[in-house]
């Protein structure tokens, strides 16, 4: 979705907007200790299918989510 392309449809039809979905009391947050705090984030939805895809923008919340989290093999 970031370049622009669906990969559900194939649609070029594509909308994006930093924080563009509201996920809890103050924002969204990715879980990497007992206190978490919500973090950057962009929004992506697909204008004909309603595909929509959530990215971190916050690189240091990458890096402990990396540490953290259990890897997808």
Do not use: H
């Amino acid at each position: 979705m970031k370049t622009g392309t669906c990969p559900n449809c194939g649609s070029k039809n594509i909308f994006t907007k930093p924080k563009g979905a509201q996920f809890g009391s103050g924002g969204f947050y990715v879980n990497t200790s007992s206190v978490s705090s919500p973090v950057n984030y962009e929004s992506y939805i697909c204008g004909d299918c309603g595909l929509y895809q959530t990215f971190v923008a916050d690189v240091r919340k990458l890096a402990e989510v990396k540490q953290k989290w259990d890897r997808v093999s």
